[in-house]
């Protein structure tokens, strides 16, 4: 099969496509590096041309409520009436664990209306509803941060590395679309503070992290439901990734 992978230069894009090559697809990455910009249009008719299936992982290049927001409308509604055009079988879109339990969060809403545009877009889709990566937890503790003390909520979460986040979408795209969610998840919960913490520790990191429940998540108010998998009846398959927390810690230091 022919996929685009959108954002295929990125930390998860990038590694569906090789996974994707290595298992026999004519799998190729698009994003603005290569000459296809979703948010204009640019280089998409001919980015598609010919392909079955598109993996839709692009990450706006601002978190604030109307430029994301913008960002995912205009992007995901050009790819899918380049899709229609180009007579794609599948999208598959990368989304959040939680996202429409978090209303309050402007990346959240964001996510929630890229969902629903790839829903009612009439083209077989699958959603994969991945939990925070691994990958987030430094650069959360860092917004945290101040004199050397960094502020942290102790919500319960389910974080996966990314190399799994990889390895489930190129799966999900190889086979036929579900018309449905896919939750993925980590092999176990985590709260946030500790898992900063453990961070720290392995990476040789002095600053203190300071427990604050208030704290939030990205100025959202949490619970321990919101972020962890098992919430939603909406899922249709829930899946789990491989790599623990101290595994992947050990290639952190």
Do not use: C
């Not at 698009?30 to 598609?48: I, M, N």
């Not at 309050?104 to 629903?116: C, N, P």
């Amino acid at each position: 099969m022919r996929i685009v992978v959108i954002g295929g230069t990125g930390l998860i894009g990038r590694r569906v496509v090789e996974l994707l090559q290595e298992q026999g697809h004519d799998a190729v990455a698009a994003s603005p590096s290569t000459g296809v910009d979703t948010v204009r249009g640019d280089g998409l008719a001919e980015a598609l041309r010919g392909a079955d299936v598109v993996v839709d992982t692009p990450n706006a290049p601002s978190f604030e409520d109307g430029p994301v927001l913008e960002f995912f409308e205009r992007s995901t509604g050009n790819l899918v009436a380049a899709e229609k055009d180009a007579g794609v079988r599948h999208h598959v879109v990368l989304s959040i664990v939680g996202a429409d339990r978090l209303p309050d969060i402007g990346y959240m809403r964001a996510k929630v209306a890229q969902e629903r545009i790839v829903r009612e877009s009439g083209i077989p889709f699958s959603i994969v509803r991945a939990t925070q990566f691994f990958e987030f937890i430094g650069p959360l503790a860092d917004g945290g941060t101040k004199d050397g003390t960094t502020v942290l909520s102790n919500v319960l979460m389910q974080p996966i590395a990314a190399a799994d986040v990889s390895e489930a979408l190129a799966e999900v795209a190889a086979a036929e679309p579900l018309d449905g969610i896919v939750e993925l998840a980590g092999p176990e919960p985590l709260r946030l503070d500790d898992a900063a913490r453990r961070l720290f520790a392995a990476t040789g990191d002095s600053r203190t992290v300071v427990t604050e429940p208030s704290a939030g998540y990205f100025g959202g108010t949490v619970d321990d439901r919101s972020l962890t998998p098992g919430n939603d009846p909406a899922v249709t398959d829930q899946r789990f990734g491989r790599i623990t927390y101290s595994r992947w810690l050990e290639n952190a230091r």
